[in-house]
């Protein structure tokens, strides 16, 4: 290559491919113009005219559209042929859950090129499997900001989430009842109501527990909770 031309670049041909990148893009993400152009804030028709090759977009302008897509600045650039289609953010978070977090990796006895990812703590996961299985539903988005929102709060029962004042009501109740259920029988009343038939042993066993409940404090609670689930 002519040193005089190493920073040649075919403009038009460029726009073409700018324009082939965002048009399969919009595609992808199934958004149309104005609500790219809204959440990027920018004009519908400065979008309008990239896409009908009439304008090279700014530095500024491509950054804004790489973070809105979820891509690399190469990808915006070269039509999708780079590499990678993760953006910076994208590989900063995988670092940081990876970093922070009990992770270990398998390699698939199918495929090389597969992983298995493990990740020991449980909101996390619970999180990225309920994120899994919405991801190809129209809820999907809400469900992204939902556990966002929650999840500093958010505790996992028998592999769900929940809020917190949920864990704790089912922990108590798992507490207060854990081995004793067979002991309390569904009864009729003399008035045909359905009633509890609870023998003086187990009425009083459920008080005591109740008191231990009220006295224990909400580490102690947890702590319980994690020994017992563990051997359920």
Not at 23 to 45: F, G, M, R, T, W
Not at 62 to 84: E, H, P, Q
Not at 148 to 166: E, S
Not at 208 to 222: A, G, L, N, P, V
């Amino acid at each position: 290559m002519n040193k005089e031309n190493w920073y040649y670049v075919d403009e038009e041909n460029w726009k073409k491919e700018f324009s082939n990148t965002i048009n399969q893009l919009l595609k992808e993400k199934n958004v149309s113009i104005n609500k790219v152009a809204s959440a990027i804030n920018a004009d519908p028709k400065t979008l309008r005219n990239y896409i009908d090759c009439k304008s090279i977009p700014s530095a500024i302008m491509i950054m804004r559209l790489a973070k809105y897509f979820n891509v690399s600045l190469d990808y915006m650039t070269t039509n999708g042929k780079s590499d990678t289609g993760y953006s910076d953010e994208t590989v900063t978070e995988l670092g940081t859950l990876v970093k922070n977090f009990d992770v270990t990796l398998e390699k698939s006895k199918e495929s090389d090129d597969t992983v298995i990812l493990k990740i020991k703590d449980r909101i996390i996961a619970t999180i990225i499997r309920e994120l899994y299985l919405t991801k190809e539903s129209m809820n999907y988005d809400n469900t992204v900001q939902k556990l966002a929102k929650y999840y500093g709060k958010m505790k996992v029962y028998n592999n769900n989430l929940v809020d917190y004042d949920t864990f704790q009501n089912l922990i108590s109740h798992e507490y207060i009842y854990h081995d004793i259920e067979d002991d309390i029988m569904e009864c009729v009343d003399e008035n045909g109501n359905n009633c509890l038939g609870i023998d003086p042993y187990t009425f009083d066993e459920i008080q005591k527990r109740e008191d231990e409940w009220e006295q224990m404090t909400t580490t102690e609670r947890e702590t319980w909770w994690n020994n017992y689930s563990k051997k359920k």
